[in-house]
């Protein structure tokens, strides 16, 4: 028999010292890789959260390109309409930001392509209402064309035309030169009727005298609609907090809407952006027609009539203010100056211009842990063509 000698198995207490060191280096590994599923985590909402605000952002970036685009710079005498009902609160809570008090008749003139309620809205953001006849949700709205005294002519061979015949509504426009030199753009009607089926031959839309230009601006399809209820298409934009909002969102934030007015009495919502904690618009008016922004309405100035907006305005900044990504405990919002913690405008100009958050108001509002929240502002920029 041989006897193994010079050797032995490990002791008890070197089994539990390896154990020890093994349970400690998988408890890292553990811990690194749960740290890495969380920046994952947060990375994606975050990298969501950009895509789909985006996306969002340029639609309503174009629909402020599209103001103005086929409105009628005067109105016959007498004329009357309503875009929104009386009863629509889009915004509950904030009678401001009632949707009928942004309507044009009886009192403006004329339609204007902006009107804004400064602070009427959610979190004390504005009401933006943009109008044009390019704004419905189909692409005859985006179409014209010329009625001419002896026959229409299509403004161009790129489809899609608009085209005499087809079944669309659409509204007739007097363009030229007044005596003044100024341009003319009067709304035509027919028995005080300003709706134009172009596959109804109306006599009454047509120009008298061969100098004269009409231009057909399509509203909407015909859908079995009847006439329209308003001589453009209509866009309000505002933020509100919806029941179903995503959990990941701050309790004090909402969501970022459109929302068009069909000309059958109905509106049709459509979220642009979640966790939106405000929204503010800043006119950069030219009074001095140097060609260079000098002044920016003070909200009490009251509302801006469509000449006004069309001889001074040079251009429109929408500054909204949303959550990136969830709650992040381990990070703190940077904070510079605690009366101005968060400025959602640009912070060179007055602050009645846009609405500035200190950080005892946005603890108010977002709640003592509002600085383990991403926030951004985001900036739309745009210069008219079309008043």
């Known amino acids: 028999m041989r006897h193994w000698r010079g050797r032995r198995g490990y002791t008890l207490v070197e089994l539990v010292v390896v154990m020890l060191i093994f349970a400690v280096v998988m408890t ?48 016959p005498a007498g004329l009357n309409y309503a875009e929104a009902p009386e009863d629509l609160q889009l915004v ?30 959610f979190n004390g953001s504005d009401y933006l209402v943009v109008k044009g006849t390019a704004l419905g949700a189909n692409t005859v709205c985006r179409s014209w064309c010329y009625l001419n005294y002896s026959a ?29 030199g100024q341009p003319v753009r009067d709304l035509v009607t027919s028995g005080g009727d300003f709706t134009f089926f172009l596959n109804r031959a109306d006599a009454n839309f047509a120009p008298r005298q061969r100098t004269d230009s009409h231009v057909v601006y399509a509203v909407a399809n015909d859908d079995g609609g009847g006439d ?36 059958q009495g109905g509106h049709t919502k459509y979220p642009i952006l979640d966790c939106a904690a405000d929204m503010q618009v800043v006119f950069y008016m ?32 929408v500054y909204i203010l949303a959550q990136q990504g969830r709650e992040e405990p381990g990070y703190r919002y940077p904070v510079a100056d605690p009366e101005r913690a968060i400025v959602v405008g640009d912070p060179d100009l007055p602050d009645y211009v846009g609405h500035v958050w200190s950080a005892q108001a946005m603890s108010d509002t977002f709640g003592a842990q509002w600085r383990s929240y991403r926030w951004k502002l985001y900036t739309i920029v745009v210069q008219p063509k079309n008043l």
């Open 152 to 180: 229409v002519t299509p403004p161009s061979r790129v489809e899609p035309e608009l085209k005499i015949g087809t079944k669309a509504r659409a509204i007739v426009l007097r363009t030229g030169a007044g005596a003044s």
């Open 228 to 263: 329209l209820a308003f001589p453009f298409n209509r866009s309000d934009y505002y933020i509100n907090r919806k029941s179903d909002i995503s959990a990941l969102c701050n309790p004090g934030t909402g969501t970022l809407y459109k929302t068009t007015i069909d000309h």
């Open 28 to 75: 890292l590994i553990s811990s690194s890789f749960a740290n890495i599923v969380r920046s994952t985590g947060q990375l994606g909402k975050k990298t969501e959260t950009e895509i789909g605000g985006l996306i969002g952002l340029e639609l309503m970036r174009r629909d402020l390109e599209l103001a103005g685009f086929g409105l009628p710079y005067t109105l």
């Open 92 to 121: 509950p809570g904030h009678p401001g930001a009632k949707a009928s008090n942004f309507n044009d008749r009886p009192a403006l003139a004329a339609p204007p392509a902006y009107r804004v309620g400064s602070g009427v809205g």
């Open 286 to 317: 030219d009074t001095n027609r140097d060609g260079k922004a000098d002044y920016h309405p003070d909200p009490e100035d009251g509302v801006l009539t469509a000449e006004y907006l069309r001889e001074e305005l040079k251009e429109i900044r």
